[in-house]
């Protein structure tokens, strides 16, 4: 079997909540599997062994404190409902949260885990433009960590320009480049805030393969190793290890666009213990047809022992996930 750790959905009750709100989203108009079961099953029965883990939309839209605690529990319970009605088709789910109101948002990750039996939770990040290190997440981390169960971080930004004197991103270097810087500095801030050394059992699964850091590790580790020399202010102060230890504690998953040499640069960083089959399905000119083959040739490309290959593919989504 093979566990696609990533796989986004945007449930029926979700889109008719979002666009009465008045906060409509741009939705690709050819991805129809992202809200049709019947053009998502039909793209998945091309691989049989493959099972999804589902992520679905964001709650962080132009809405009230209470429509997005609505939202939330809508969502929850639908796709909680697919995981009953579909076992052979979605192994788990993530829960929205109303991150508007962190009361809300603490009893419905509580709600989402024990009654629904959800297996973890999404957050964006930044959460409409805060950092995710701010004090009122603090106990979301600790009862992930209590619960043994990770957080999804998926990475926003919006399509504002790069430079002064144009009205959007050119080339939409927005969604291709700003997302993964989004994550990059997401970590960072996990690290260097002490989440992570708070709670190192906190699991956290980053898309896109861990974004920057792996390829940049030398860098992270000359930047923050030379503040003796160079003058600059000690940002490992308290922390009790070296900072790429600490962000070795993330799992990555492999949604790169099929590139076997990106999943080397992640998996000589991370190692195979660390990386989860995740195909971003099904944003692609094909449904999900293509990220979903594209990401199982990339992972069979890997120059990696057979045993470590069934750890990227399965072992270590049910590890995770606690299957």
């Given at each position: 079997m093979k566990i696609d750790i990533y796989s986004h959905i945007m449930t029926p009750k979700y889109l008719d909540l979002i666009n009465r709100y008045g906060g409509a989203i741009q939705l690709m108009a050819g991805v129809t599997s992202l809200w049709s079961l019947e053009d998502r099953f039909r793209v998945m029965d091309k691989f049989p062994d493959v099972i999804q883990v589902l992520v679905p939309g964001a709650t962080s839209r132009n809405?009230?404190?209470?429509?997005?605690?609505?939202?939330?529990?809508?969502?929850?319970?639908?796709?909680?409902?697919?995981?009953?009605?579909?076992?052979?088709?979605?192994?788990?789910?993530?829960?929205?949260?109303?991150?508007?109101?962190?009361?809300?948002?603490?009893?419905?990750?509580?709600?989402?885990?024990?009654?629904?039996?959800?297996?973890?939770?999404?957050?964006?990040?930044?959460?409409?433009?805060?950092?995710i290190d701010r004090p009122e997440f603090m106990p979301l981390y600790a009862l992930m960590e209590?619960?043994?169960?990770?957080?999804?971080?998926?990475?926003?930004?919006?399509?504002?320009?790069?430079?002064?004197?144009?009205?959007?991103?050119?080339?939409?270097?927005?969604?291709?480049?700003?997302?993964?810087?989004?994550?990059?500095?997401?970590?960072?801030?996990l690290v260097f805030s002490k989440v992570l050394q708070k709670h190192p059992k906190l699991k956290m699964i980053i898309h896109h393969a861990g974004a920057m850091v792996p390829f940049f590790r030398g860098r992270i580790a000359n930047f923050y190793?030379?503040?003796?020399?160079?003058?600059?202010?000690?940002?490992?102060?308290?922390?009790?290890?070296?900072?790429?230890?600490?962000?070795?504690?993330?799992?990555?998953?492999?949604?790169?666009?099929?590139?076997?040499?990106?999943?080397?640069?992640?998996?000589?960083?991370?190692?195979?213990?660390?990386?989860?089959?995740?195909?971003?399905?099904?944003?692609?000119?094909?449904?999900?047809?293509?990220?979903?083959?594209?990401g199982i040739d990339a992972i069979e490309g890997m120059d990696i022992p057979e045993k470590e290959r069934q750890q990227i593919f399965e072992t270590n989504a049910r590890k995770l996930l606690n299957l």
């Open positions: 809405i009230t404190a209470a429509q997005e605690k609505e939202l939330a529990r809508t969502t929850n319970e639908e796709v909680a409902g697919l995981l009953v009605k579909y076992p052979d088709r979605f192994i788990a789910s993530a829960a929205a949260l109303p991150y508007k109101d962190p009361d809300a948002m603490m009893r419905e990750a509580e709600r989402a885990l024990k009654d629904l039996k959800l297996k973890g939770v999404l957050m964006s990040t930044p959460l409409e433009g805060k950092p209590q619960h043994d169960l990770p957080v999804w971080l998926h990475p926003a930004r919006p399509p504002t320009p790069e430079y002064k004197g144009e009205e959007k991103s050119a080339y939409d270097m927005w969604l291709l480049w700003g997302w993964p810087y989004e994550s990059t500095l997401a970590m960072t801030r190793g030379s503040w003796e020399t160079t003058g600059k202010e000690n940002h490992k102060a308290g922390l009790e290890n070296e900072p790429l230890e600490y962000f070795r504690q993330f799992h990555v998953d492999t949604a790169v666009g099929g590139s076997a040499e990106a999943l080397i640069c992640a998996h000589s960083f991370y190692g195979a213990g660390g990386m989860l089959f995740g195909t971003d399905f099904p944003y692609d000119a094909e449904n999900g047809y293509l990220s979903t083959r594209h």
